[in-house]
């Protein structure tokens, strides 16, 4: 054992500790190191394609900018040329901020443990105050933004602000993906004590083998392409979700066409665990 734990040190992770069929202690703590072993080398599998996936998506529109810049300051442009070669510079530098500030977020929420600003929450309150940020720019685009309220108060232990943005980026989402005419329904349902949030579109969909998949970074369908984006607005949802101890559903819709996501709330309780008294 120490001989393995020694080339494990020195690099090699995919050695393991020698334990046989488990039958004594100390093989069936061999074990348990073992699998703690495949679970490591697993989560730096994904921190290694994470990495790959951050410079490509940097890599380009950092690309762009130097070859602009260097149109610019080569092609003698007159300054009405400059200001709209640095105008579009500059836009390509926000799509990067964008994604580095996405990540940052990402990772702030899934390394959180605390939970000081968590308190009940009204999800009426919630679908109703997003409904009004979004419904003008819904409109703007020929597109209807609805919400259903439930009569009944229905409410959930979370950080209202973190709830705002998990519902956010779903009905920014829906209207991005969701045809001129269509809609985009808000929902707040209450089953059993628990509580659930939803958003449902009548856009393009997600093919059944991809619904898994959107939900982690920097993922993007071929339907999406065409559509500006960093990939990571799904992953933030599923962070500040985790958060809260909630689950993701992705689903098609109602008769078969766009998509539904669905977040389901634990039962509420009089305190979640690691919230102070």
Do not use: W
């Amino acid at each position: 054992m120490h001989e393995a734990i020694d080339r494990i040190m020195g690099g090699d992770i995919h050695e393991r500790l020698p334990a046989a069929r488990e039958r004594d202690d100390l093989e069936r703590l061999a074990g348990s190191v073992n699998r703690m072993l495949d679970r490591l080398e697993r989560l730096m599998d994904g921190m290694r394609e994470v990495g790959n996936d951050i410079a490509h998506d940097l890599r380009t529109p950092l690309s762009r900018v130097r070859a602009r810049l260097e149109r610019a300051v080569s092609a003698g442009l007159g300054p009405d040329e400059l200001e709209a070669a640095m105008s579009r510079a500059v836009d390509d530098l926000d799509q990067c901020l964008g994604t580095i500030t996405a990540l940052l977020r990402i990772a702030e929420l899934e390394n959180s443990r605390r939970k000081a600003g968590f308190g009940q929450v009204a999800l009426r309150d919630l679908v109703a105050d997003v409904s009004d940020l979004y419904e003008p720019i819904a409109e703007m685009e020929n597109k209807r933004l609805m919400a259903v309220k439930p009569l009944a108060p229905v409410q959930v232990f979370g950080d209202r602000h973190l709830l705002v943005e998990l519902l956010a980026n779903l009905v920014d989402n829906g209207i991005k993906f969701t045809p001129e005419g269509g809609s985009i329904m808000l929902g707040v349902t209450e089953q059993g004590g628990k509580a659930e949030l939803s958003v449902t579109d009548t856009g393009t969909g997600i093919a059944p083998e991809e619904r898994q998949a959107v939900l982690s970074r920097f993922y993007r369908s071929d339907k999406s392409r065409h559509v500006p984006g960093s990939g990571l607005g799904l992953s933030l949802v599923c962070a500040i979700a985790h958060l809260h101890e909630a689950e993701v559903h992705v689903q098609s819709g109602p008769d078969g066409r766009g998509t539904c996501f669905r977040i389901c709330f634990p039962p509420l309780r009089e305190r979640p665990e690691g919230v102070a008294s």
